[in-house]
Each structure stands twice: as structure tokens, then as C-alpha cells.
């Protein structure tokens, strides 16, 4: 999730010898949020970060295009002391989107975190997710308010 939100990030091969014998060489360099090879021949660890780092990249776009999102980059959850409660607006494969109704606005959760809470979540009914050092606590879904 950091290099989603990083101005700068590199990919260094420091294997014995790196991929050319050449020692330490810069493998990829993330521009506009999605890491890019900078070598004709990437090590293999390199190709593997990249496609997982490119598709979380996707997935946040994505969410970011979301008509339910309404027009409101997605802020990442804070990890100690943070509290969200909204509807969630979407579960992706890597992230959950929710409205925090005090703030307005849209709060990005890592499944990564979630674990096996992910499974507590409804689409379109407001819950509440509190953050202690990085833990967090999923609550169930609140009854839908009186029209």
C-alpha cells in the first residue's frame, strides 16, 4: 500500500553479482504509481514485485473511478487510532472502499490487514472499522436508518 501513495520508489538487485555481474543494479522505477523495468533482462524477484505492485496500482484506480466513490480520492486508513463508519462502497481483491460519514470522506482498507475480517463485510451497509497499531476491528452492519 506505501508505494501507492510514494513519490519515489526502486527496485535494487543486490544478488551475487546481480543479473550482469555488474553487482547492485536499479531493476525498476515506479512512475505514475506503477513500477516500469528500467533493464531489458529484470531479475525474477523483480518481475514478481512489479506485477503485484501493478495490480494493487489498478485496483486503487479503479476504486478512484468508481461512481459510488463521488468524485473523492480514496485516503488510506490510519493505522493507529483511526476510525471509519460508513457504507462500504466497494470490495475489491486487494482493497475496500468505504464512506466515512463524519469526515466525508473516502477511506482505503488493505485486505492485506483485514485478513479474515474481510468476510464481515456487506457492500452498501454502513460498519465501523477502528485501527489500533496496525490491528483492526471490524464491527457488523448497522440496521439501515428510518426513511
Do not use: C
Not at 538487485?13 to 516500469?36: E, P
Not at 503485484?52 to 486503487?60: F, G, K, M, S, Y
Not at 484506480?61 to 463521488?70: K, M, N, T, V
Not at 493507529?80 to 481483491?93: F, K, T
Amino acid at each position: 500500500m506505501a508505494v501507492a501513495y510514494a513519490d519515489q520508489a526502486v527496485l535494487f538487485d543486490n544478488t551475487q553479482g546481480g543479473d550482469t555481474g555488474n553487482g547492485l543494479r536499479v531493476h525498476a522505477a515506479l512512475h505514475a504509481a506503477r513500477l516500469k523495468y528500467t533493464t531489458d533482462t529484470p531479475a525474477q524477484w523483480v518481475q514478481k514485485v512489479t506485477g503485484l505492485v501493478n495490480t494493487r496500482a489498478a485496483e486503487l484506480q479503479a476504486l478512484a473511478r468508481d461512481p459510488q466513490s463521488r468524485g473523492s480520492p480514496p485516503q488510506p486508513a490510519r493505522l493507529h487510532g483511526g476510525v471509519s463508519q460508513g457504507p462500504i462502497i466497494a470490495i475489491g481483491e486487494q482493497y475496500v472502499l468505504q464512506h466515512d460519514e463524519s469526515s466525508r470522506l473516502n477511506v482505503l482498507h488493505d485486505k492485506v490487514l483485514l485478513g479474515p475480517q474481510v468476510e464481515q463485510l456487506v457492500p452498501r451497509k454502513s460498519q465501523r472499522l477502528s485501527y489500533f497499531e496496525g490491528v483492526v476491528t471490524v464491527e457488523p452492519p448497522q440496521p439501515d436508518k428510518p426513511r
